[in-house]
């Protein structure tokens, strides 16, 4: 699938799934870093993923969320769910999406629920059908969302009308297929996670927090 083309200014949904400290052993000692997996959106159908390195938190976060806008999906929607049932996959984990009436919510656990929100999704229901590793549950997500499929592009595939496929009287109208317009900047409220470890970052004079509370110096000494 072709690479999607958004402006970086309606990306206005960011959130940071997972933050955790590296290390790398070389010749001098150990090299402590910080890796972040962070998820972007504008809330009307398109999603992206990227994972940052760095020494400190806020530049960690900053490359994920550049990563993750060069790399973004469109996800079709349908009203306030997805069109169809689909399984995403990736590595040993397996999510399972499907469409749920309006009302529902989004039934996810972290990581997931951090891609469908992003993505625009305000009901759906999800299952984790294998392992539960908070990487590989995103990237499988992302995977499932991609395999959506609408229906005017199915028809035109196989050369019929919308309305001689074999799928619910509710999804044969075209009109809901069209492109959304992103959610407006002051609907959406900053991911509480992000700032607090931009905030802690600051305040420690770039000794930079993880989210177990420990700063890149190394854990803390038992007494």
Sequence with gaps: MARVQVDPEVLTIEKTVQLKPVSKTVKG???????????????????????????????????????AK?????????NTTIPHMVIGRMG?????LKPA????GVIAGPATRAVVEA??????????LGSS????????????????QKAPDVAKRRGKTINELAIPAKLKDASLYEPRQPEPVAD???????????KDAKRDGGRSRSPQGRNNRGPARQR
């Design 133 to 148: 590793n908070a990487t590989n549950s995103v990237y499988a997500a992302i995977e499932g969302l991609k395999a959506l």
């Design 29 to 67: 000692g150990r090299k402590r870093r910080f890796s972040s997996l962070v998820v972007v959106g504008d809330g009307a159908g398109h999603v992206g993923v990227g994972m940052g390195k760095s020494a400190s938190v806020p530049d960690s976060i900053a490359k994920g969320t550049q990563k």
């Design 101 to 104: 009436a309006p009302g529902t």
């Design 119 to 128: 993505a625009g999704i305000k009901d759906i229901l999800t299952k984790s």
């Design 92 to 96: 040993a984990a397996r999510i399972l």
């Design 70 to 78: 060069k790399n973004l999906v469109e996800v079709p929607l349908v």
């Design 188 to 198: 959406y409220q900053a991911d509480e996670k992000s700032d607090r470890f931009r």
